[in-house]
């Protein structure tokens, strides 16, 4: 008999607040400009929707329960870790985007 598979994922991940992060990155730029540069920041972000957002996911008619659960918690946890993968990525690109801005002033 199959049993679920329980991975070694670590439930007391604090929650970090990136977009007060961003705000803090961008607090020193002028306020007509860091609209731009958040701008700037929500279309590289848009530019990886489809990766992070999107799932296609196929089971045999036969699978019984215990499979489909695992592959679910599965999906569950990449999908997770993708997410705090895209919250990485805007805050660097955030911090790229000050540092082009002051480099060219």
Do not use: C
């Not at 929500?42 to 215990?66: C, H, M, N, R, V």
């Not at 955030?94 to 801005?101: D, G, I, P, Q, R």
Request: charged share 35%; glycine share 2%.
């Amino acid at each position: 008999m199959s049993q679920i598979i329980h991975f070694p994922v670590s439930n007391n991940q604090r929650s970090h607040d990136y977009d007060s992060d961003i705000d803090e990155a961008l607090a020193s730029i002028p306020s007509k400009d860091r609209e731009k540069l958040r701008f700037e920041l929500i279309k590289t972000i848009d530019g990886y929707d489809a990766f992070f957002t999107q799932w296609s996911l196929s089971l045999p008619d036969d699978s019984d329960e215990t499979l489909k659960k695992q592959i679910y918690d599965l999906a569950h946890q990449e999908h997770g870790r993708k997410v705090r993968m895209l919250k990485d990525i805007m805050m660097l690109k955030a911090k790229v985007l000050v540092a082009e801005y002051r480099k060219h002033r």
